[in-house]
Structure formats: C-alpha cells, structure tokens
Nanobody, 128 residues
Framework: QVRLVESGGGVVQAGGSLRLSCAASGATYSLHNMGWFRQPLGKEREFVAAINRGSGATFYSDSVKGRFTISHDNFERATYLQMTGLKPEDTALYYC?????????????????????WGQGTQVTVSS
C-alpha cells in the first residue's frame, strides 16, 4: 500500500505562484509515474501533469504547459508541482496520484482510472 499526502495549497492572487508537495510513504518502490490532477468545484477531475520516476520524463496538459513544473525527489519520496502565472481558472482541489503500472520510460497516462493511489487533495484558490 502507498499513502500520499499533499500540502502547499492556499489562496493567491492572479499572476502569483504556489508550490504543492506530495509526500509518499509505504511501498513506493512499486510506483512508476507520479501525477497531479485537479477538480474544480462542480466539474470533473482532470489531468494536470505527470512525471516518470525512472527517466524523469515530464508531461503536461495544454492548459498548464509553460506555467507549471512537476518534479520528483526519489530520496525524499516527494513529488512537487511548482505553479506560476496562476489564473482564476486554476482554482481547484489538487490531487497527487501514483501509477503502479509500467508504461515505458517516455509514456504516461492522463486517465484517472489508471492511477492506483490518491491523496486527499489540497485546495488552490486564485483570486482575480
């Protein structure tokens, strides 16, 4: 089993920055890709970014590409999401997720059903 705990959410003005953290514990050796998803109030959960723990390859949704950066520290077993140039439409509950299926060094999934483990979420609110 794997436990994920997010932190770092908060309220920020448009144009500001936040850094989300995801601490993993348990059987983390079984994990391949780490991802971030978000769910705006009343909407579906959507893919934001993913990183391959082995190759370090990163993947982003078009809506955050160039503004958000995902990174992972294997020693600390932590995954980060650095968010810059925040917009009101980035307001959502952000979830950390872990995929235990090997999909190749340069491949990932943006489907929530492919991620086996989830954190409880951290709220990000961007005011205009």
């Amino acid at each position: 089993q794997v436990r994920l705990v997010e932190s770092g959410g908060g309220v920020v003005q448009a144009g500001g920055s936040l850094r989300l953290s995801c601490a993993a514990s348990g059987a983390t050796y079984s994990l391949h890709n780490m991802g971030w998803f978000r769910q705006p109030l009343g909407k579906e959960r959507e893919f934001v970014a993913a990183i391959n723990r082995g190759s370090g390859a990163t993947f982003y949704s078009d809506s955050v590409k160039g503004r958000f950066t995902i990174s992972h520290d294997n020693f600390e077993r932590a995954t980060y999401l650095q968010m810059t140039g925040l917009k009101p439409e980035d307001t959502a509950l952000y979830y950390c997720a872990a995929d235990k299926t090997w999909r190749g060094a340069d491949n990932y999934s943006d489907r929530r059903d492919d991620y086996a483990y989830w954190g409880q979420g951290t709220q990000v609110t961007v005011s205009s």
